[in-house]
């Protein structure tokens, strides 16, 4: 026999006006083993929660029953109620009369019925739940943070002052990402570099992050508080614990590569450095530009090395780091605009993306900040083109958000570096940030010109050989526009990165339907994920800002911190456990988990669970066919028993 | 008095329960005959929950998860797919009627879509009358 | 081209002898003499001089995939399979309940077996349309081949017409005169559950007296365990002593499976059982 | 002249429930407009059409016959609206007002008295073939499904003995329908009348229920898509093409006569095209045909430019300076090319009459690929055929 007490909220008018809860209450006291049954106007509110505390003492109450809103909402208020007063937090009952009852009916006949039935159902259920510990784990107080662009350095060093150990993993040689490829940023119009250089140089300096570049995740084990991660340290044939950064070997080498830096605008050496400013300073071998392993002969570099740190003879090495909670920052891709073969990108040489223009402006960049074509003249005129594989059905539904900002940046830098006339073609502007309508504003002023209407198709000109010409229609005058220009730049969809599946799966993620990592609440927990312990922040999550890229930083160094800056953890305790008398040994479990959690134990045949890796799907339960596998919580005859009493009334 | 059905649901806490919670706070109106289960996964869906639940006497029962490919378990639903697939073949082939049992992918900001799918199988089991075949009469 | 029993019979009796002698196995799961020749027995021989006992005629349709999980891990079996037989020890082996090196299969190559209480060939009913094992080590005979190959699920056609009311009634019939004795779940090579999820107390799935519910949840439960997993040896329904034709729905299922998953239970020991397994391409039209 | 209006529900509802129920994804960015090919040439806007619709404003009758259901929008669309259903379906609301134009009324006029655009006599359907050829019982394979305009247009009566010819060559089981059956109805559809197509549709299924039809052939890609898109799943449906290009890599035909090197190009018709996905095998065809020297026009393919005779475009009256076909002659004969083949008897003859009001016909011929493929199995069924431009 169990005592319950049901708590009926009004919400207001919010479900007192289509579910009469004062007859719902009468109907709980009617119900077996139900003791007090009150309808009260806030139940959330600090008098609601003292009635519940009160009853639960004078009428020695050992399961409670809110009937309110959803539990998504108000569960974890009221199960720190259960706890404030004695109770185990796991015999709270949520019967959601809210969002599944009062708001998506009118009849009060109705909606008083289904409430009854549902408070029934979570009578039956609330008489077998049980009380369940949570389990107490050490928590490792170092934190992971993957990818070294803006979002993961300012994560990396937030952390780092807080005296925390950091490991900063790159993929790249150097560490920056993106925002170091540009030249000024939207919408104050400051140099990239010079916001950005001093953080990657703290980084360096800073005595509490491990600074992991040329490195990649390559497996991931353990849980929240215990996370032991194995990073590949790709081969980088210099030994940068020698170099000293002299860089007298790039100056000496012969190979020539493609420079990814500069979005293969150039070439640069075999053994490099992206870019003057890059962190660290120590370069790297190309394998594949380089001339001694093209062919077996050079060593130029190893010769021009004082402190002999060329060493051809380097491997993939792997490292095991033990973290506590990791950040993802892996940013993200632009997507490859030559398969729309009406924009001629690849095609015809005056066509651009938006990153090759950035580069175009960058004073380290390849032309050192004129803006030439790559034929070395001046554009007389320009067309920037919105909306290149967003928002389009055929490619990528999302707005990739920040793009109208950057044209409107790029048609700034235009105006300044050229004489050029620029063209926008645009669906709609959109320029919601603090200053953006305002810059929007300033771009008008400086006299670029805005085509209401998404760019159709980039021709050769048939009249100007060499010249191309942009065809779309201007939606406000009706008018089909044919424009002949000398450049065209494609501001195309932000993408996740290429390996952001893999990514996920490495660190159990899930993905959006564009592949961005997936938040654990789009509104209420942007920046965890439905994995313990991993965060995310930056345009990994979603295209954004530089702004909101920090700012996620910092929320997600926050929330790494709630996690390492505790020596125990409690976990969630609704995972599942085996019932060895029942277990026939038949490892469907094992086979099933995503998360490795059931083991088959062969001495004993049968299977066990550990509980740290669980995270209470209950998949195993229902492929257990001799019911050997209790789903904590959420138990076969817990279920059974919430049906029978949801199909009663 | 017309017919109201009983339909049991089953839903799973990260998409169509909070998909069901979306068309609430968004006020969509749809039959009040639904009541919902909340379950962590629509792979925790046993089968026998569902020969039960029609053995409790309900006229129709429809199951809701997360999209393929969208599980917050990564990949419950793939298998809740197949499993849940062959409880409908068994039922069928017992001589239920096919229509009493369903299955749908509502995410979590599919709201609209858990009304139209909750209000469209309502009408449908409304059509095929009390179930009587596995009920368990008093 | 005809069978001859009592050759199979002299070849097991050989095999199962060399194999003891030599130690290559410490068991022989085969058949032998019962009360009288139409119903023989599962047996065991452990020593060269058990191998007398052994028999092999028209009604030893008893699988004897079976009795595998009762031994200890790493005891050398070896055991006499026809087809469907086969196809059980191969699905044993997914689901790593034995280990294929541990198995020494004499497979028997067998057409027109009988069923003792009917006198009716089984062909085509119960052998999953199969007259060769799908995996030995030692074939006793020639393989048959030029026999009218059958579809498993022919038989299945009369009632996949029938609406859906006489469906019902039928299988209400049949399941009424369950009188819950569990021969079905004894006599199946893939019934290893121990305790089996009826006899559970917590949660009570069903009723345990033999009543229509708890049966009709007994039979359904039953059928999805055994989804991708049945080999349509037909045991279940031999042995149900009211005989309930289990084979009939455990067919549907398996047809069903393997038009969804493009698997059939049992023909490939590298398949993973298909409802502990998924592809990313699955179609949702499965479930419509 | 005042500019107010006010945006009239009823009607954008109207078209909504004629099929056009895309019309309210539209967002308006231009693309559509930006890639249709009247844009250049006429007043035709397809963005405006939609905005009318979405509105349901007055005025949309001006310019609703623009479209000539190239579908070249419909792929680019970014928010995924099926154009040309829009297109069908204001058409459909309109022209049930009596709105039609005059050069369509007699089109409409023969469907509705005749079964067929052409004004033909529906008994004498099958005269081209001079009872030379099988008529289609059940005990055949393919079903020819002669287009009406192979049968009852002049010069396209050629592309009708062509293909019949070549059926008798490779061996197939096959047959011609009987003269009881009428228009696919295609470009009836989508001028609007929706309920003569119906009516149209479920004559020719009983015909071809009634005689046991399962697979059919087609020369129109108009037919092809019609068959495929409106008229069930029960029939496997092949274009004329496919299906030489099947049997040539069978080996069940092998070109013989030599055309010497001789320039060809290819127009892919939109229906073919576009709108069946069907790109490669009347390539296939014509790089099969020995001494022909293929090359392709700028614009092939998925971004083929449309000949204008879709849609009712093929009964409708153009000025010079707006007719697509001419710029198109214009395209093949800077590729040098001496033939341009296609594969749809709109696309010829809407081609044969631009070769000939551009007086292009001295330096480049129109041929179906499938008359290129008689014409190199050394088969002549040249008789005299009467001049297109007496139609």
């Keep these: 026999m169990s005592r319950i007490g049901v708590f009926v909220c009004h919400c207001g008018l919010n479900i007192a006006k289509t579910v009469r809860v004062s007859e719902l209450a009468e109907f709980a006291a009617t119900l077996p083993d139900v003791v007090v049954a009150k309808d009260y106007k806030f139940m959330c509110s600090t008098p609601g929660q003292e009635m519940i505390v009160n009853d639960i003492k004078?009428?020695?109450?050992?399961?409670?029953?809110?009937?309110?809103?959803?539990?998504?909402?108000?569960?974890?208020?009221?199960?720190?109620?259960?706890?404030?007063?004695?109770?185990?937090?796991?015999?709270?009952?949520?019967?959601?009369?809210?969002?599944?009852?009062?708001?998506?009916?009118?009849?009060?006949?109705?909606?008083?019925?289904?409430?009854?039935?549902?408070?029934?159902?979570?009578?039956?259920?609330?008489?077998?739940?049980?009380?369940?510990?949570?389990?107490?784990?050490?928590?490792?107080?170092?934190v992971m943070v993957v990818g070294g662009g803006i979002a993961g350095i300012q994560a990396a060093l937030e952390l780092a002052n807080t005296g925390k150990k950091v490991y900063l993993v790159e993929k790249n040689s150097t560490i920056g990402g993106h925002m170091a490829q540009f030249d000024k940023t939207f919408p104050t119009l400051d140099c990239s570099a010079c916001i950005l250089t001093p953080k990657m140089d703290a980084v360096l300096q800073h005595k509490n992050i491990t600074m992991m570049t040329s490195c990649e995740v390559s497996e991931v084990k353990g849980f929240v508080g215990n996370f032991d991660i194995t990073v590949r340290q790709k081969a980088r044939y210099v030994d940068h614990s020698k170099c000293n950064a002299c860089l007298a070997c790039t100056e000496?080498?012969?190979?020539?590569?493609?420079?990814?830096?500069?979005?293969?605008?150039?070439?640069?050496?075999?053994?490099?450095?992206?870019?003057?400013?890059?962190?660290?300073?120590?370069?790297?071998?190309?394998?594949?530009?380089?001339?001694?392993?093209?062919?077996?002969?050079?060593?130029?570099?190893?010769?021009?090395?004082?402190?002999?740190?060329?060493?051809?003879?380097?491997?993939?090495?792997?490292?095991?780091?033990?973290?506590?909670?990791?950040?993802?920052?892996?940013?993200?891709?632009?997507?490859?605009?030559?398969?729309?073969?009406?924009?001629?990108?690849?095609?015809?040489?005056?066509?651009?993306?938006?990153?090759?223009v950035e580069r175009l402006f960058n004073s380290a960049g390849p032309t050192g900040g004129k803006v030439t074509l790559r034929d070395g003249s001046e554009p007389k005129s320009i067309a920037i083109l919105h909306c290149i594989g967003?928002?389009?059905?055929?490619?990528?539904?999302?707005?990739?958000?920040?793009?109208?900002?950057?044209?409107?940046?790029?048609?700034?830098?235009?105006?300044?570096?050229?004489?050029?006339?620029?063209?926008?073609?645009?669906?709609?502007?959109?320029?919601?940030?603090?200053?953006?309508?305002?810059?929007?504003?300033?771009?008008?002023?400086?006299?670029?010109?805005?085509?209401?209407?998404?760019?159709?198709?980039?021709?050769?000109?048939?009249?100007?050989?060499?010249?191309?010409v942009v065809e779309a229609e201007d939606t406000i005058t009706g008018k089909f526009i044919k424009l002949p220009v000398d450049m065209?730049?494609?501001?195309?969809?932000?993408?996740?990165?290429?390996?952001?599946?893999?990514?996920?799966?490495?660190?159990?993620?899930?993905?959006?339907?564009?592949?961005?990592?997936?938040?654990?609440?789009?509104?209420?927990?942007?920046?965890?994920?439905?994995?313990?312990?991993?965060?995310?922040?930056?345009?990994?999550?979603?295209?954004?800002?530089?702004?909101?890229?920090?700012?996620?930083?910092?929320?997600?160094a926050a929330e790494a911190l709630t996690i390492v800056v505790r020596d125990k953890m409690e976990l969630e305790a609704t995972t599942a456990m085996v019932n060895p008398a029942s277990c026939c040994g038949c490892q469907n479990c094992v086979r099933v988990c995503p998360y490795g959690a059931p083991s088959y134990n062969a001495e004993k045949k049968v299977s066990e669970i550990n509980e740290a890796l669980c995270k209470g799907c209950g998949l195993c339960a229902s492929v257990c066919p001799s019911s050997a596998i209790i789903a904590r919580h959420f138990t076969n005859d817990q279920v059974l028993a919430e049906m029978e009493g949801l199909m009663e009334f | 008095m017309s017919f109201e059905p009983k339909i049991l649901g089953i839903a799973c806490n990260w998409c169509t329960y909070t998909g069901a919670d979306l068309a609430g706070t968004t006020r969509l109106q749809y039959p009040q005959n639904l009541r919902v289960v909340r379950v962590m996964c629509s792979s925790r869906i046993n089968p026998s929950f569902i020969f039960r639940a029609f053995q409790l006497g309900a006229d129709?029962?429809?199951?809701?998860?997360?999209?393929?490919?969208?599980?917050?378990?990564?990949?419950?639903?793939?298998?809740?797919?197949?499993?849940?697939?062959?409880?409908?073949?068994?039922?069928?082939f017992s001589g239920l009627e096919p229509g009493r049992f369903r299955v749908e992918w509502i995410s979590a900001s599919e709201g609209n879509k858990f009304a139209e799918v909750v209000t469209e199988f309502t009408a449908q089991i409304k059509s095929l009358g009390p179930q009587t075949k596995f009920k368990i009469s008093q | 081209m005809t069978i001859s029993f009592k050759q199979i019979e002299e070849k097991l009796k050989t095999e199962a002898k060399r194999l003891l002698e030599s130690g290559q196995a410490s068991v022989v799961l085969a058949y032998g003499k019962g009360y009288d020749e139409k119903h023989p027995m599962p047996y065991v021989a452990r020593n060269p001089s058990d191998v007398a006992n052994i028999v092999f005629n028209e009604y030893c349709n008893y699988n004897m995939a079976r009795y595998l999980v009762r031994y200890p891990a790493g005891t050398k079996i070896a055991v006499a399979v026809k087809a469907a037989d086969s196809r059980a020890v191969i699905q044993l082996i997914q689901e790593e309940k034995v280990k294929r090196e541990d198995l020494v299969l004499l497979g028997i190559p067998v057409y027109g077996m009988k069923n003792p209480k009917t006198q009716e060939i089984i062909d085509g009913k119960t052998t999953g349309g199969l007259y060769n094992p799908v995996l030995y080590d030692i074939l006793l005979g020639d393989e048959v081949h030029g026999q009218a190959i059958q579809s498993p699920y022919d038989v299945l056609a009369a009632y996949e017409l029938m609406d859906k009311e006489a469906r019902f009634a039928f299988w209400k019939k049949e399941f009424d005169k369950c009188i819950r004795c569990y021969a079905c779940r004894k006599a199946c090579p893939m019934c290893y559950c121990d305790p089996c999820f009826i006899d559970q107390n917590k949660p009570k799935w069903g009723d345990k007296s033999p009543q229509s519910h708890g049966n009709l949840m007994y039979h359904l439960t039953r059928f999805h365990h055994l989804a991708g997993r049945c080999i349509d040896c037909g045991e279940c329904s031999r042995?149900?002593?009211?005989?309930?034709?289990?084979?009939?729905?455990?067919?549907?299922?398996?047809?069903?499976?393997?038009?969804?998953?493009?698997?059939?239970?049992?023909?490939?020991?590298?398949?993973?059982?298909?409802?502990?397994n998924f592809r990313v391409d699955d179609s949702d039209k499965i479930l419509e | 002249m005042s500019q107010a209006v006010t945006p009239y529900l009823e009607m954008s509802q109207a078209i909504m429930e004629a099929g056009g129920e895309a019309l309210k994804k539209c967002y308006q960015c231009g693309t559509c407009t930006g890639t249709c090919p009247w844009t250049p040439i006429t007043h035709f806007n397809i963005r405006k059409l939609v905005r009318y619709g979405q509105l349901g404003l007055d005025g949309i009758e001006e310019f609703m016959w623009g479209c000539s259901t190239c579908k070249f929008c419909v792929d680019r669309c970014p928010r995924g609206v099926e154009i040309i259903d829009v297109v069908t379906a204001i058409r459909n609301v309109y022209s049930g007002g009596g709105m039609l134009p005059q050069s369509l009324r007699s089109f409409v006029g023969s469907m509705s008295a005749r079964g067929n655009p052409w004004s033909g006599d529906q008994a004498k359907r099958n005269d081209w073939a001079k009872e030379k050829y099988p008529l289609y019982s059940a005990d055949k394979e393919y079903l020819f499904w002669t287009c009406c305009t192979v049968c009852y247009d002049p010069r396209n009566v050629r592309l009708a003995k062509a293909t019949a010819e070549i059926l008798n060559q490779s061996g197939l089981s096959w047959g011609l329908p009987s003269v009881d059956v009428n228009c696919c109805g295609e470009s009836l559809k989508k001028v609007g009348d929706l309920e003569l197509f119906e009516r149209l549709k479920s004559n020719n299924l009983d015909c071809f229920k009634s005689q046991g039809v399962a697979k059919i052939i087609t020369v129109s890609p108009h037919c092809l898509s019609s068959f495929k898109k409106d008229y069930g799943e029960d029939y496997e449906i092949l274009h004329f093409a496919e299906l030489i290009a099947k049997l040539m890599k069978e080996g069940k035909l092998t070109p013989k006569k030599d055309f010497g090197g001789v320039k060809v190009t290819y127009h892919d018709p939109c229906y073919l095209g576009r709108h069946s996905g069907v790109y490669d095998a009347p390539r296939d065809v014509l790089k099969a045909i020995p001494?022909?020297?293929?090359?392709?026009?700028?614009?092939?393919?998925?971004?083929?430019?449309?000949?204008?005779?879709?849609?009712?475009?093929?009964?409708?009256?153009?000025?010079?300076?707006?007719?697509?076909?001419?710029?198109?002659?214009?395209?093949?004969?800077?590729?040098?090319?001496k033939i341009l083949a296609t594969s749809c008897p709109y696309c010829i003859t809407m081609f044969e009459d631009s070769v000939r009001t551009l007086n292009a016909d001295d330096q480049i011929q129109i041929k179906d690929v499938t008359e290129l493929v008689l014409e190199s199995l050394e088969i002549n069924i040249d008789e005299p055929v009467a001049d297109t431009c007496a139609l």
């Design chain 1, 58 to 142: 004078q009428h020695k109450l050992d399961r409670i029953i809110v009937t309110a809103c959803s539990p998504l909402m108000h569960e974890q208020t009221f199960r720190k109620v259960l706890t404030a007063s004695g109770l185990n937090q796991y015999l709270l009952t949520i019967v959601n009369i809210r969002e599944q009852v009062s708001w998506v009916t009118h009849d009060i006949e109705e909606g008083t019925a289904k409430a009854k039935a549902l408070l029934n159902g979570a009578v039956y259920r609330s008489r077998l739940l049980v009380p369940l510990t949570s389990r107490v784990i050490d928590v490792n107080p170092n």
């Design chain 1, 252 to 356: 000496k080498c012969p190979g020539k590569g493609i420079s990814e830096w500069d979005e293969s605008l150039v070439k640069r050496k075999a053994i490099y450095i992206p870019f003057p400013q890059a962190v660290p300073q120590k370069p790297i071998i190309d394998k594949e530009s380089c001339t001694f392993f093209k062919k077996g002969k050079c060593r130029l570099c190893e010769k021009a090395c004082e402190q002999k740190a060329i060493d051809f003879e380097q491997q993939d090495t792997f490292v095991q780091v033990k973290v506590g909670a990791v950040i993802l920052a892996t940013g993200f891709d632009l997507m490859d605009t030559k398969p729309l073969v009406q924009y001629g990108y690849g095609k015809y040489p005056g066509v651009y993306n938006a990153l090759e």
């Design chain 1, 390 to 468: 967003s928002r389009d059905k055929n490619n990528h539904e999302h707005c990739s958000r920040v793009c109208c900002m950057y044209s409107l940046k790029f048609a700034h830098l235009f105006k300044e570096k050229t004489s050029a006339d620029v063209y926008h073609f645009y669906i709609d502007m959109r320029a919601a940030g603090k200053g953006y309508e305002e810059f929007y504003n300033r771009i008008i002023e400086e006299d670029v010109k805005f085509i209401r209407g998404k760019g159709a198709r980039v021709a050769q000109s048939a009249d100007e050989p060499g010249r191309l």
């Design chain 1, 488 to 556: 065209v730049v494609l501001s195309p969809a932000i993408v996740p990165r290429a390996d952001a599946r893999d990514i996920a799966r490495l660190f159990n993620l899930s993905t959006d339907k564009q592949g961005f990592f997936m938040e654990r609440h789009p509104k209420l927990a942007p920046l965890s994920t439905m994995s313990e312990g991993i965060f995310i922040a930056g345009v990994c999550q979603s295209p954004k800002d530089i702004p909101d890229t920090v700012a996620q930083a910092y929320g997600a």
């Design chain 2, 60 to 92: 129709g029962v429809l199951i809701g998860g997360c999209h393929p490919g969208d599980c917050h378990y990564n990949t419950g639903n793939l298998y809740a797919r197949r499993r849940l697939a062959v409880t409908k073949k068994i039922l069928e």
């Design chain 3, 239 to 276: 042995a149900c002593p009211v005989d309930i034709p289990l084979y009939l729905f455990h067919k549907k299922v398996a047809k069903e499976c393997e038009e969804m998953f493009g698997q059939a239970a049992g023909m490939s020991i590298e398949d993973k059982p298909a409802l502990v």
């Design chain 4, 291 to 337: 001494g022909l020297d293929f090359v392709e026009m700028e614009r092939s393919r998925e971004q083929s430019m449309c000949c204008g005779g879709g849609g009712g475009g093929l009964w409708m009256e153009k000025m010079k300076g707006e007719r697509l076909s001419d710029l198109r002659i214009e395209e093949a004969l800077a590729t040098g090319a």
